[in-house]
Nanobody
Framework: QVQLVESGGGLVQPGGSLRLSCAAS????????MGWFRQAPGKERDFVAG????????NYADSVKGRFTISRDNAKNTVYLQMNSLKPEDTAVYYC????????????????WGQGTQVTVSS
């Protein structure tokens, strides 16, 4: 398994941008597909974006397509989530997750999770 630490959350106005980072420990980071999930108060933890181990394949939830971009730097053991045109409904705790193997959107298939970072979109 890998250990994951998210950063970059905060308070932003509607229409603004944030970039989340997720730093991973371990020498086999490049073998893991990575995902970002989010959980709003009283709601389920939902898939936001995912990226394959090589970075050549990505997928997104419909609600964030065209606004969010996931990327990774295997040399730095880090995955990013660039979030643009933020909306109040994007407010949630955002979690980074790792899965050994191929890309997935199913949270039960990810076996390493970070502690989460709060993103609040409000004027």
């Amino acid at each position: 398994q890998v250990q994951l630490v998210e950063s970059g959350g905060g308070l932003v106005q509607p229409g603004g941008s944030l970039r989340l980072s997720c730093a991973a420990s371990g020498r086999t980071f490049s073998s893991y597909a990575m995902g970002w999930f989010r959980q709003a108060p009283g709601k389920e933890r939902d898939f936001v974006a995912g990226i394959s181990w090589s970075g050549t394949s990505t997928n997104y939830a419909d609600s964030v397509k065209g606004r969010f971009t996931i990327s990774r730097d295997n040399a730095k053991n880090t995955v990013y989530l660039q979030m643009n045109s933020l909306k109040p409904e994007d407010t949630a705790v955002y979690y980074c997750a790792a899965r050994f193997g191929v890309l997935s959107t199913a949270k039960f298939e990810f076996n390493s999770w970070g502690q989460g970072t709060q993103v609040t979109v409000s004027s």
